[in-house]
């Protein structure tokens, strides 16, 4: 089984929202190296405790660990933006780990739009699919299923989104017009709601999908810091296959 640790960067609201982009990043490892990955990131912990004096137990939240850092404030801010690219750099170093990233551009959208269920459905979507198509890597069996943990508390929006995915998901034809109603077959449950600060690879996925807001719309600081182009640093385990017309396989809205 895979499982997709899925968090978000940027505000959804489309009318008066202080924000242009919204974006939703999941990571993804199968069920049999969940175990070494973990041990992976509480190792990369412990280095950041010695090298930073960041303890353990506390949360790396990214937006937060730039702007808002409370007691984290202790720690200089270019040595937070130094173990945000040591944390970027390690999971690109881990070979088991595969991300779905979604980024929805808000300028132009009609007011209608709802940023939040369409970025949830093209990541349950792309999730769906590669799980479909055996294409994650180290592949241990065909037919694996796939589990969704979500920052957070539980989303009464989410859940019947998947409840309607799982009777009707009309999917455009990729040639001439229609739709085929392809419903979710390989995502069991609903989605598992986690307290981020709990949570070590939903950290992780809140990492990805804050340097990817940072590519799409820097800070002045992450500007001036060259902390803009970190994202790319992800490269190795990029899902490309999630949007191949994409070169790093970013589904855009």
């Known amino acids: 089984m895979y499982l997709m640790y899925v968090d978000e960067s940027g ?27 973990m041990g992976r990131v509480a190792d990369f912990r412990q280095r950041m405790r010695s090298a930073f004096g960041l303890q353990v137990r506390e949360e790396i939240h990214s937006a937060r660990f730039i702007t808002s850092p409370g007691p984290l404030v202790r720690i200089p801010r270019h040595d937070r933006l130094a173990i945000l690219r040591h944390f ?10 595969s991300v779905i990233n979604v980024v929805v551009d808000k300028q132009d959208k ?16 792309r999730f769906e699919n590669t799980l479909i198509h055996n294409n994650f890597p180290n592949a241990m069996t065909k037919g694996e299923c796939g589990m969704v943990f979500a920052d957070g508390q539980p989303s009464a929006k989410l859940i019947a989104m998947y409840t ?6 009309p999917v455009p034809n990729q040639t001439g017009g229609g739709y085929r109603n392809i ?33 799409e719309q820097p800070n002045q ?22 949007s191949p017309r994409d070169p790093q396989g970013i589904v855009r809205l």
């Open 11 to 37: 505000d959804p609201g489309i009318t008066n929202s202080p924000t242009r982009y919204f974006t939703l990043s999941g990571l993804v490892i199968n069920e049999t190296r969940w175990q070494s990955a």
């Open 88 to 97: 970027a750099d390690e999971l690109a170093r881990m070979s088991e780990l």
């Open 110 to 125: 009609p007011t209608t739009y709802d940023v939040f269920e369409h970025a949830w459905r093209a990541l349950v979507q």
């Open 164 to 169: 309607r995915m799982r009777d009707y998901n």
């Open 183 to 215: 419903v979710m077959r390989k995502i069991i449950e609903d989605p598992c709601f986690r307290d981020s600060a709990h949570s070590l690879l939903i950290q992780a996925a809140d990492l990805v999908a804050f340097l990817l807001y940072q590519q």
């Open 221 to 242: 600081y992450m500007r001036k810091s060259g902390g803009a182009g970190y994202f790319s640093r992800l490269t190795p385990i990029l899902c490309r296959r999630a």
